[in-house]
């Protein structure tokens, strides 16, 4: 039986995924579920328990329930912070896609875990080999997709050009969510971010998330956001269930 999974992807590199990833993992492990964090391809780390991969990030401030080792969660590991393929060229190897994806299919269908959470490299159009994108990868996963986007300036060509290069393939956001740093300038302008967004896309953004300082209790308003994503993908693929994930 296939686990509910979801693929945090971005607009761009450095666009708050990862905090994304952190938020869903905490409000699944609140509501008494066990998610699987995942990052297929990790660069700009010496190795899978490096303090610099994503996944020690998220089991370091994960519910104490939901941590594992960082090292199984992350299955490509490269130096170079750069794309997958570069970074893999760079050390003289080569990345098997059919691999990560069996694995990814393997973890998906694991006992151990409800959800799992995998979390892309840069953005869409990201070289993981010499002829696949990271987009081609999530292609071949029957993942629900959320994208996150900046809230600030820029964001609605982002955010618009990877909805439109993922609906390309064949896939829909299941949910759409912004990252602020709190010096996009007016929230006139975020508002009107979201408002084009929708408009053009047609999916109205789950809201933004603004700074956490605290990354162990992020807040309310951060949880909110992803649980809004949460009953929109509810709503969308399991009508009739009480709950994500019910089985």
Known sequence: MMRESFFIAGTDTGVGKTVVSLLFMQVLCRKGYAP?????FQTGCVHSRDRKADARFIYTYAPEKCRYDSGM??????????????????????????????KLDDLTREQTYTHVVMEGAGGLLVPVTAD??????????QAHVILVGRAGL??????LLSVEALERRGLKPKGIVLISKGTEGSDDLVRENMEAIETFSGIRPAGVIGPIRDFVSPGDGAYDVVETLLSQTMRKDHAGKRDIGHR
């Open 73 to 102: 969660s992350t299955l490509c590991c490269f130096r170079s912070a750069k794309a997958p393929y570069f970074a893999a060229r760079d050390e003289g190897a080569r990345i098997d896609v059919n691999r990560i994806c069996r």
């Open 36 to 40: 699987l964090y995942v990052k297929p």
């Open 132 to 141: 696949r994108l990271v987009v081609d990868i999530m292609q071949s996963l």
């Open 154 to 159: 820029g964001t609605i060509n982002h955010t």
